[in-house]
């Protein structure tokens, strides 16, 4: 009888031990959909099954004449031990259950209210995404995310941002090393947001204007216009071009503060293009007055950028990018005036009536600085926004990448991302990061310049001399704008402002139109290490990602309002937005400097304002409008008369801080005007 108990407990005690062992395999090869408290159960049945057939098994075992306690003792003692290991061995040793995804989601991220994209989903959500101009690049390294940043990019609370990384390396060195490191958190509130989203050759653009009410104390009424989404066919190979506001430099943020002269070079000659510039065409439509556009090698940058400050600026990162990349053109683009010196005694006549002289064509601004002026390529980031949209935490275990491994400072021309990456062994690279539920994770993957703030500057909508014009001004003498001025006093000489240059006719029909040469340009150069997320491992499971394409699909260009001077705006009638053509009177900060400027607007311009942000007021004498008749091809001005503006009287149009003045040109010039250009005359005062 007792040999037959023993018998039936030891089968028991098998079936037992075998049913544990079998869930415990299934379990580990095949991880199941598990919520918490289901898990749970399973966890303690296991342990409970175990237990029993241990204390089974003990009760074969002849412990008694070795043990001084008794069998019944023993037989409890080894199930509960049995109990414990296999409970935690279930606990630890099993990968963890994949959160429970019936739910609805309140947080789509990345996606703004008047902007909606898409995410691809599986365990947890991905979007590759690309911010434009220096304010999206410099915010992954505040010390606290911008909240704002937060509200445009849709996230509930600060992203979590992959810092063992090389593209974040690289950006912690511009940064540094350019004197930006105070940049974000001095900045103002922002002017707008622009958002596009690129689909099946379908461009959706959204846009956000703040506009600035009345300064009282340190506070300002902010108020948020937005637009309503267009959409629009646009090619993938053209998507971003013109739709996104593209900023290089500003009066807060420079990196290359460095001017260069006139290259004249044959190989010079293709990167560089004769324009007639914004008021050459007033006084002449020869060849013998305009400016020089040129992109030159960044060996030719010369130390010193007309800036009577220059010591105080910081210039370690980009001399490194001159040392590593001497030969790369694109990065930045020089303008400069000239003037054929047979041109020269006609010219001086025409200005001598306004009170000028030919020295005010190669002089700018209050300081009388040089007029070579730079355009340089906008700052911007790629990076992969992972999110956690379920109520459970996941675990990113690793990655798996691909890395084309360049020097903190070399330049790469990454149009063609994709064929880059073709030959590009991959890595796996350990993350162990914990995203908590509804949390966003940033990894950055490149980090670069964008040329297409050059085209923002406007040159494609300047016109170029024709082939047969050039010629004549091949091997006769040009005064061009030099950066280097020499010291003079009240009446500078020309050889102390400009250099004499004779290019030879080959040099004049080697170069090229402005949409040409611009176009011919790489779109973009990323700086440093380049990264291709392949794969995630998320809670033990491997996610496929799709790499970025060529072109960004979700962008975000955020600009902000930064300096002095009153802003010039014009309204896209096609977008239904203000475009910002940039700022006027620049430089003119008091009564004895006011002058006359004139300004492009473009061909066809429906309304134009002229907007004050800052804690100034500007004084406005004058305005007209220089325009083109399209039917008789003559040039013609037109004055606005009202509010004073008719003429120069020194009775001035007040502008202050949120104030602006809006004009509709349909009310004042005909249906033939093109090339349309305004002529104002004032300064402004800080106050």
Request: aromatic letters at 12%.
């Amino acid at each position: 009888m007792n040999n037959s108990n023993q018998t039936w407990e030891r089968v028991v005690a098998i079936i037992l031990a075998t049913g544990v062992l079998i869930t415990f395999v299934f379990i580990i090869f095949n991880p199941q959909k598990l919520n918490t408290s289901t898990f749970a159960i399973i966890r303690f049945l296991a342990a409970f099954a175990a237990a029993v057939s241990g204390y089974l098994f003990i009760g074969t075992l002849e412990v008694k004449a070795r043990l001084p306690f008794k069998r019944g003792i023993a037989k409890g003692t080894g199930a509960f031990a049995i109990f414990i290991v296999i409970y935690f061995l279930f606990y630890h040793n099993l990968p963890p259950s994949e959160p429970d995804y019936s739910y609805e989601r309140t947080n789509s991220g990345l996606e703004p209210g008047i902007f909606k994209g898409k995410y691809q989903s599986d365990l947890v959500d991905y979007k590759h995404f690309t911010g434009n101009n220096e304010y999206p690049v410099l915010a992954f390294l505040s010390s606290k995310f911008p909240e704002e940043f937060n509200d445009v990019l849709g996230l509930s609370n600060s992203p979590i941002i992959q810092t063992k990384n090389p593209v974040y390396e690289n950006i912690q060195k511009f940064r540094d090393e350019s004197g930006n490191q105070d940049l974000v958190s001095n900045y103002l509130s922002p002017s707008g947001y622009e958002y596009t989203y690129n689909e099946n050759n379908k461009t959706t653009v959204a846009s956000e204007e703040i506009e600035r009410g009345e300064l009282i104390g340190k506070k300002q009424k902010l108020t948020k216009k937005i637009s309503k989404n267009k959409t629009f066919n646009q090619k993938s190979n053209e998507y971003d071009d013109k739709t996104l506001v593209r900023d290089g430099e500003g009066n807060e943020f420079t990196y290359v503060p460095k001017l260069a002269s006139l290259q004249t070079s044959l190989d010079d000659a293709k990167y560089t293009s004769f324009l007639k510039s914004e008021a050459s065409s007033y006084y002449t439509q020869e060849p013998t007055l305009g400016e020089i556009f040129q992109f030159p090698k960044l060996s030719s940058l010369l130390t010193y950028d007309g800036n009577p400050d220059y010591k105080q600026i910081t210039i370690g990162w980009i001399n490194n990018i001159i040392s590593h990349n001497p030969s790369q053109r694109g990065l930045v683009a020089y303008t400069y005036n000239f003037v054929a010196r047979s041109f020269q005694s006609q010219l001086a006549k025409l200005l001598e009536p306004r009170g000028g002289d030919i020295s005010i064509w190669f002089l700018a601004g209050c300081n009388r600085e040089t007029t070579v002026n730079r355009q340089a390529a906008s700052p911007y980031v790629r990076f992969l926004d992972i999110w956690n949209p379920s109520n459970s935490s996941v675990n990113l275990e690793s990655m798996e990448r691909q890395i084309i491994s360049k020097d903190a400072y070399t330049l790469t021309e990454i149009d063609q991302r994709d064929k880059l990456f073709e030959k590009i062994p991959t890595e796996q690279f350990e993350l162990k990061i914990r995203i908590p539920p509804n949390q966003h994770l940033f990894i950055l993957t490149e980090f670069g310049f964008d040329n297409r703030a050059i085209k923002l500057a406007d040159y494609l909508g300047y016109s170029n001399f024709d082939s047969n014009g050039l010629s004549k001004i091949s091997d006769q003498p040009l005064y061009i704008s030099r950066p280097d001025l020499k010291s003079f006093d009240n009446e500078p000489r020309l050889d102390q402002i400009t250099s004499t240059v004779e290019l030879p006719n080959e040099f004049i029909t080697s170069t090229k139109d402005i949409k040409s040469l611009i176009n011919g340009i790489p779109k973009r150069l990323a700086v440093g290490s380049v990264l291709n997320i392949n794969s995630l491992t998320v809670n033990g499971k491997k996610i496929k990602i799709d790499p970025p394409l060529n072109e960004p699909q979700f962008s975000l260009s955020a600009y902000f309002a930064y300096g002095s001077c009153p802003y010039l705006l014009v309204f896209d009638s096609e977008k239904q937005i203000w475009k910002e053509l940039g700022t006027v009177l620049s430089g003119l900060d008091s009564a004895n400097l006011q002058q006359t400027k004139l300004y492009q607007l473009g061909n066809k311009p429906i309304k134009f304002k002229i907007q004050e942000r800052d804690p100034e007021i500007t004084y406005l004498d004058s305005l007209s409008l220089i325009y083109k008749d399209s039917q008789t091809n003559e040039l013609k001005e037109v004055f606005y008369t009202a509010d004073k503006l008719e003429k120069i009287d020194h009775e001035y149009f007040e502008l202050h801080q949120g104030e602006f003045l809006e004009i509709d040109l349909g009310k004042i010039l005909p249906s033939t005007a093109s090339d349309i250009k305004l002529k104002i005359n004032g300064y402004y005062e800080l106050i």
